[in-house]
């Protein structure tokens, strides 16, 4: 049987993996891919580093370009993290005659066009299943299975740390940092958890969905973008009270005047698929037009579910299937943005908002008043009891525009009778 | 750009779906495929039979061999349905060089075998996305998507006609022949349901499936089959009492001994996934060593979701991913008897009993006498208030095996105090 020779830079978390996987059951990749996959040579940085998989002798190495200018590596997967040494690594890779694996959404995010056009420059490939929802193969599923579609909407929780965050504030009310240190030693949060709960992670995540599914050109920096590392715990309370989960959402839809992207914490109902979406899990809510809705959950991240998604692209790649779906694709080509980006003023849609006032008479009146001048209507009310003399006011709009509910919140903000920032968040379904 | 030219036979409720999508969305088809699909010919039994979707003239044929031995069609949909001129269909035109699209579950439980070997020998390929599960997309996923892995479970509502009548008995308690009727009504059911109700659908889903998950090749008919055209409603309500939905389930699960295999109503535990798969849906829980656990949900049925997956097959095979996945899969080939079935007898699993017993005093304990007998412990009973001098009572067991579940049905039933035939379902989760 033909082999064909793979190069991993990275043996961390999702290169141990991979190396596992090659190693251990040559049997499957041989079968699905019609040839060996055989791993040829792994590059680190410190040969030192006690690893928990081991390699034959002769395949691990310190140097880079043990891999890179291989003479008989076909496959690069790059499982090394970071941008700008990712992007050379990945560029030189490609210049040098090799098909490029990665798990690595920042580098997409950031530098997609540029990697592809070099891709399609030395006639090679990109495939890059591992770096949107780990172990859920939502890049295949959305670049092939879907082909007949005209996808409408794509909802999906996409890092799996906020959500388990998310998740325990609703289940024990434990505060947010809290359960971020949980998750932290746990291991699903990183050591710097920043991009995942601030959101960019997310953001990261669905430009590069947005690309396959409506061929939306365009820069995650601007995609509006809340995280939840500012979320109060009384808010997920009160949305319990009704009937409500608090989701970090990835959401894109196509709309008369375009693609609407957002990412922020998000009101689902409880009771549906995404409201069940537990612990550190993925999913994905698609809307197309022939298909109708399809819903995909599993595990994001972690390193078997990872390196499952790294296996299945470097088996298409070697068995040829890549080159189609690349070629045909022409990701991130010019050819490529073929939507506008709506104006993020204008996604419309109902609102929970969440105002601290005094406990005085006459204050809802005065705020609904304001949500009137707006032509915001309300669908309902909580209002809770006053301590310190000052009390939540929770109310549910129908639909409205961002643009309005924020000008409102601006306008409420600004009244004597309240006294924190308002809070606003999205509701769904 | 390049022109496929397919032609379909059938132009039903499926094939109608796909003439629309190729003739309204040739751009979409071109941009996935590379390539144009020209829909060149479609042969159908009555050229008079009015039609809801246009042709361009010329089109429409009743001659099959107007589309089998066309000499510039590519590509045939065979989308007729049946088995005994299906298969003819798809041998003749395998041997006129043409790759083959089906939607048709029946044909490929019948005959998948000799029609891959056909189109092997001929150097062509079939592909089959539509054949299981509608619009989800779990051909693909399996044989592609999860290369990596090795399946370890596959869990699927896989019949939507089925699903929709217990959601119906579920939410309104509606007696099974009027939910029937409910569905006919909708057009959700078969004029002739009867291979959706007694399970035989759902089985020869699962032998694709189990095929292309474990390498198993099995006859659908050897699969132990129980259809919900004998359930009770009382039952629907005694497992709704203890926390369970009942769902008609398909499962294959890799054991010590092999493959088990079974269709049968189960009881799944309300609050997951699987529970909450509603009206005519269809979902698919896989279990994988390095993914772990996958869940997909989607439409299992309908014109245009079928559609949307014959025309994803479609454009696989012309742009050339499906040549590769044929080729390398050896699907049915002898190479792909990969593993053993397990006795049906030894599958184990909790079970729901059900006994209609006499109220006399003593009749728990001699029911719990024979279950000892057989080593099987008890989990739970709920016995129900006596009308008519006799009552249900209803046992919920720990693991046991199939086996001795039915053996102590039999010794049940043949005990004086035990009024008609014990009802026993597998419970899961
Ligand atoms: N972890 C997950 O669950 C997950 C999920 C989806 C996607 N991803 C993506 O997968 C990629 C890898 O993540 P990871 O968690 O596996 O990271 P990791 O555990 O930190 O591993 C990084 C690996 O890259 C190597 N490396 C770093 N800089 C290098 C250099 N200059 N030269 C040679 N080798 C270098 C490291 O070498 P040493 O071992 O010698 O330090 C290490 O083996 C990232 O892009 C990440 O976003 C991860
Ligand atoms: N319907 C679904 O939702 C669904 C879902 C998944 C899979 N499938 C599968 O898809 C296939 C087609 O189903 P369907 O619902 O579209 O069936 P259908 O509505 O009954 O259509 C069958 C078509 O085949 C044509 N046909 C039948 N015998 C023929 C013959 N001898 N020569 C030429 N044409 C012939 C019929 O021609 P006339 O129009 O002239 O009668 C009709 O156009 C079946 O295998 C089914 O199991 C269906």
Redesign the interface.
């Known amino acids: 049987m033909d082999k064909t020779k793979i190069g991993l830079i990275g043996l961390g978390t999702v290169g141990s993996?991979v190396a596992q996987?090659l190693l251990d059951?040559g049997d499957?990749?041989a079968?699905?891919?019609?040839r060996v996959l055989w791993l040829e040579k792994v590059a680190v940085r410190d040969l030192n580093r006690p690893r928990d998989c081991e390699l034959p002798a002769g395949v691990l190495t310190d140097q880079l370009d043990e891999v890179i200018n291989h003479p008989e590596i076909e496959v690069v997967a790059e499982l090394m993290g970071g941008v700008d040494l990712a992007r050379e690594v990945v560029l030189r890779s490609l210049a040098a005659g090799k098909d490029v694996v990665t798990a690595n959404k920042a580098l997409l995010a950031a530098h997609g066009p540029e990697l592809c056009d070099a891709a399609r420059k030395h006639c090679r490939t990109i495939a890059f299943?591992a770096s949107v929802a780990g172990?859920?193969?939502i890049i295949?599923?959305l670049?092939?299975?879907?082909?007949?579609?005209?996808v409408t909407s794509l909802t999906g929780i996409l890092n799996g740390t906020c959500n388990f965050i998310l998740a325990k504030m609703h289940s024990e009310g434990t505060p947010y940092g809290q359960a971020l240190e949980e998750a932290q030693r746990l291991g699903y949060a990183e050591a710097d958890p920043a991009l995942d709960v601030n959101g960019a992670d997310t953001a990261q995540k669905l430009a590069i969905l947005a690309h396959l599914a409506f061929g939306a050109r365009v820069a995650w920096e601007e995609i509006p973008c809340v995280g939840i590392d500012t979320l109060d715990v009384a808010d997920i309370q009160h949305a319990q009270q009704m009937g409500y989960v608090i989701k970090l959402l990835g959401v894109a839809e196509l709309t008369p005047d375009g693609v609407q992207l957002s990412v922020g914490p998000t009101l689902v109902r409880r009771?549906g698929?995404m409201a069940?979406v537990s612990g550190p899990m993925n999913a994905v809510h698609v809307r197309?037009?022939?298909?109708?809705?399809?819903?995909?959950?599993?595990?994001g991240a972690?390193q078997?579910?990872t390196?499952?998604?790294v296996?299945?692209d470097l088996?298409?790649t070697a068995?040829?299937?890549t080159r189609?779906?690349f070629?045909?694709?022409e990701l991130w080509s010019d050819r490529s943005s073929r939507v506008e980006m709506a104006d993020p003023k204008m996604a419309v849609g109902g609102y929970y908002l969440r105002f601290m006032v005094d406990d005085t008479p006459g204050v809802l009146a005065k705020i609904t008043g304001v949500l009137g001048e707006h032509a915001i209507s309300i669908s309902s009310v909580l209002q809770h009891e006053a301590s310190d003399g000052s009390a939540p006011l929770v109310i549910m709009t129908h639909d409205t525009t961002e643009g309005e509910a924020v000008e409102a919140c601006c306008d409420i903000a600004a009244l004597d009778c309240v006294r924190s920032t308002p809070v606003g968040m999205r509701v769904r379904g």
Chains 1, 2 share one sequence.
């Open positions: 993996g996987l059951h499957r990749t079968r699905h891919a019609g299943e172990g859920v193969p295949t599923n670049s092939q299975c879907l082909s007949a579609n005209q009771g698929a069940d197309a037009d022939a298909v109708g809705e399809l819903f995909y959950q599993g595990p972690g078997m579910p390196a499952s998604a296996v299945a088996i298409d068995a040829g299937r189609v779906t070629q045909t694709l």
